[in-house]
């Protein structure tokens, strides 16, 4: 199993552009997790779902933010307009359900200028 | 929402001395996890802990769960350079759907 996919690994953009993060998760599991780490805050969830389904976005900071999951197989979270302080590794994770162990994919450093 | 407290937040030891972290929870827990995650890494996880006062080993990690389920420790034995990173304890939260809430972490530097 190939694990957890994120896309890019790395995304250098300027202020108000949108991004948009990709996660594959492991084929089989039902719930993907949207996390933010930084120094300061250490690690947040942003969002869950539980069969594509988003089931707690009180972590989503703002309305910046919204993530997507069409299907089992794909999630995005997108920024837009992006800002500094959103310069941070954002973690996609799945898992068999929301209370089982996660799998972490190896995350995107975002570096908003 | 849970809240979980990790201590302490920073350690430095010199390679070969034990290391111990501490989470701390006001109600109590169903199980808890740990993971581990290396510098410029992903948390992977370690393992998950449920029944009261159970303990659990990995070649030098130990891992315990309090009689009250309400703390939990893990230990590492003579402390090697690849430990080197941050271990986070993860709890779950109450809700219909339950998920977990991690730990601050604790950051762990091995002193050659």
């Known amino acids: 199993d190939a694990g957890v996919i994120q896309s890019p690994r790395h995304e250098v953009t300027e202020m108000g552009q949108e991004v948009t993060l990709r996660c594959k998760p492991i084929?089989?599991?039902?719930?993907l997790f949207w996390y933010r780490q930084t120094m300061m805050r250490g690690l947040e969830l942003l969002i869950y779902?539980?069969?594509?389904?988003?089931?707690?976005d009180s972590g989503m900071p703002e309305d910046r933010f919204s993530a997507k999951m069409p299907n089992a197989s794909f999630s995005t979270l997108k920024i837009q307009p992006s800002e500094p302080r959103d310069s941070a590794v954002y973690f996609c994770?799945?898992?068999?359900?929301?209370?089982?162990?996660?799998?972490f994919g190896p995350g995107t450093r975002l570096t908003v200028t | 929402g849970q809240q979980v407290m990790q201590i302490p937040q920073y350690q430095h030891v010199q390679e070969g001395e034990d290391f111990t972290t501490y989470c701390n929870s006001s109600?109590?827990?169903?199980?808890i996890q740990w993971y581990k995650q290396r510098p410029g890494g992903h948390p992977v996880f370690l393992i998950q802990l449920v029944k009261s006062g159970e303990v659990k080993k990995q070649k030098r990690l130990t891992f315990q769960f309090g009689e009250a389920k309400k703390n939990s420790s893990l230990h590492i034995t003579a402390t090697q350079t690849t430990d080197v990173g941050t271990y986070f304890c993860?709890?779950?939260?109450?809700?219909?759907?339950?998920?977990?809430?991690f730990g601050i972490g604790t950051k762990l530097q091995v002193i050659p």
């Open positions: 994770a799945s898992s068999w359900a929301s209370e089982y162990e996660q799998y």
């Open positions: 993860a709890v779950p939260t109450s809700g219909g759907y339950q998920k977990v809430t």
């Open positions: 779902f539980n069969n594509n389904v988003p089931i707690d």
């Open positions: 084929s089989g599991h039902n719930s």
């Open positions: 109600t109590t827990l169903s199980n």
